[in-house]
C-alpha cells in the first residue's frame, strides 16, 4: 500500500535549517527516544513526508542490555526499513537449538513466503545507531543528549510536545508537535507524566548478560536457549530460560530472562547465571577470565501492560507501552511493528485538520494494535501467568515434546509468532484456529481530556 504524503498542516513552522538541534524547535511529531521503537516509528513518518524530530537522550553509539537476537519476523522488518543486512557486523543463524533435560534439538527456522529463512545476531550497541542512522537518512531531524523531562500540554490537558535538557551542559529546551509518540523505554516517563499507569495484574519481567570471549561458539549457526535452569536461592525451576547468542565477532552474548510469579518472589539473574556456567564445557570459553563486559540487567514491561496506547495526542509504542511479548521476551521485532503502525496512524491523522476528525483517526492506533496482537498477547498473558512465571519453560519442552520434531515446530513457532497469512502449512493453520478461539480483549477506554 502507498503511503501517504503529508503537506505541512500550518499548526507549526519547523525550523529545519537548525541542523544541529541549537535552540527551541516546532515539528509535525516529535518521537520521544530513537531505540528500535522510536527510529523505526521515525523514518516511516520521514518516508510519508512528516517533519518529524527524534530526541535520544544518550549520544551513539550506546549499549543496551538485550540477547541481540532477532528472529525471521525482525528481519523481515529490517529489509523493509532498507537496511543493508549483508553489511559486515551481522551474523545470520539458521534456528533455534533447546537443551532441557539432558536433551538438546536443534529447529530450522521455517521457509515461509512471508519471512526469511534466518535470524541475524547483531550488539544493540551496533544495531540502535544503524536504525538511528536509517531514520536520518530518510529526513528525520535526529537529536541526541536530549533528555526529555516532562510533557508540555495545552489548557485541555493534550500534549502539544515535551521539555528537555539537551548537551552536556544541559541546556533546557522546549520542543513542540501536535503529536508525540512515546518510545522511552520501560521507565515511560512520558506516558506517566501523562496518566497513563501500568497495569499491576502484570508481572514484570527481568533479564541480565554479559558479554565473553569464545572462539569456539562465536560463529554458532544457532541460537541456544537452556530451558532447564534453577535459581540460585530457591532451587526452583528458572520462570525463564537462559540464551548463549553467537555475534560472529569473536563473542557471545550470555544472559538469562525471567518472568518469576509473585508468590515466588525476585530471582538473583547473576548468581544463577554464574550457576549455570558452572555446567557448561570448559573449552567453550565462558569464565571470568573471557568476560567481556560487566553484567548488566534491566526490565522488560510485559504483555501490553499500559493502556490506552493512545491519549491525548499521545501514542505509546515499544516498553514504554509494555509490548514485549509475554511468550519469549522478545521486544525489538515488536518495538518495530508497532512503531511502523503508529507512523502510519500518524502521518494519516495529519491529512485531518485538528479536531474531531483527526482524533477519530488517531483512535485507530490502538484498534489496530488490538488487531494485530490482541488475541496472541492475552494467550500469552494466560501462558504466563499459568506456566511459565510458575514452572518456567521446562514443562513446554518435556521429553514427548522435545522427541516430536512436528510439536517442537510448532511450539517454535508459536513462542516466535511466525506464521503465514494466510496458511502455508498444518502449522500455520493450527495456530491461526488457536488464536481464533481466544476471545479478544476488551477495548480499552481512551482517557477523554479533562
Known sequence: MRRPTVPSTGELHPDRGNGNGDGDEDAQVIVVGAGPAGSTAALYLARSGVDVLLLEKSAFPRDKVCGDGLTPRGVHQLVRMGVDIDAPG?????????????????????????????????????????LARQARTAGARLRTEVRATGPLTDRTGRIVGVSALAGADRQPRTYRAPLVIAADGA????????????????????????????????????????????????????????????????????????????????????????????????????????????????????GFNRHPQYSRGLLLIGDSAGMVSPWSGEGIVQAMEAGEVAAETAALALLRPGGPGREQALRQYPSEVNRRWGRYYRLGNTAADLILGRYGYRPLLNRHVMSSPALLRTLARLLTHVADEPSHDLIDRTLHALLRVVPAPPARRITPAP
Do not use: K
Not at 537443551?99 to 527456522?109: K, N
Not at 519481567?205 to 554458532?220: M, V
Not at 518472589?265 to 571470568?288: A, C, F, I, M, Y
Open 90 to 130: 551481522w551474523l545470520r543463524n539458521r534456528g533455534m537449538r533447546w537443551v532441557c533435560g539432558g536433551r538438546q534439538v536443534t529447529i530450522d527456522w521455517p521457509d515461509l513466503g512471508s519471512y526469511p529463512d534466518f535470524g541475524l545476531t547483531r550488539s544493540r550497541h551496533d544495531f540502535d545507531d544503524i
Open 187 to 302: 521507565s515511560a516517563r512520558t506516558a506517566l507524566a501523562m496518566g497513563l499507569r501500568r497495569d499491576p495484574r502484570r508481572a514484570i519481567a527481568t533479564a541480565g548478560r554479559r558479554y565473553y570471549r569464545s572462539s569456539t561458539r562465536t560463529h554458532d549457526p544457532y541460537l541456544e536457549l537452556w530451558a532447564d535452569l534453577r535459581c540460585s536461592r530457591t532451587g526452583r525451576d528458572l520462570p525463564g530460560y537462559g540464551w548463549i547468542f553467537p555475534l560472529g565477532d569473536g563473542r557471545v552474548n550470555v544472559g538469562l530472562g525471567a518472568l518469576p510469579h509473585r508468590d515466588h518472589g525476585p530471582v538473583d539473574l547473576r548468581s544463577t547465571l554464574d550457576q549455570w556456567l558452572t555446567r557448561l564445557p570448559q573449552d567453550w570459553g565462558l569464565t571470568e577470565e573471557n568476560a567481556d563486559s560487566p553484567f548488566r540487567s534491566a526490565a522488560l514491561p510485559m
